[in-house]
């Protein structure tokens, strides 16, 4: 009876997975070097990855401002020169 109340103290779940050798192998000396447990690591590693694919999915498309005004390029200013357009700019520091 003592195995029906184990997910009373331990709200994880059990789950066997199918890794490469070598990476199994690596994750092992990483949590050994970090004083972590495998199971941790893992955890992580899923955690970082679920959240960038969230941060990925909701920027979605971003529409950038068109400047419809007047003007142009200054006289005698090469655009191809960044040196020439910090001059301009008189940031030349």
């Known amino acids: 009876m003592p195995g029906q109340y184990r997910n009373l103290y ?3 779940m ?3 997975l199918n890794l490469n050798d070598q990476l199994l192998a690596d994750a092992k000396a990483l949590a050994a070097q970090q004083r972590t447990s495998l199971t941790r690591l893992i955890e992580e ?3 970082l990855r679920l959240r960038a694919q969230a941060t990925a999915s909701g920027r979605g498309q971003v529409r950038l401002p068109v400047f419809k005004g007047r003007g142009g390029l200054v ?3 090469d655009p191809l020169s960044n040196k020439a357009l910090l001059r301009a700019l008189g940031d030349d520091a």
Do not use: A, F, S
């Open 10 to 12: 331990y709200p994880g």
């Open 14 to 16: 059990k789950t066997t």
């Open 45 to 47: 590693g899923l955690q």
């Open 75 to 77: 006289e005698r200013v």
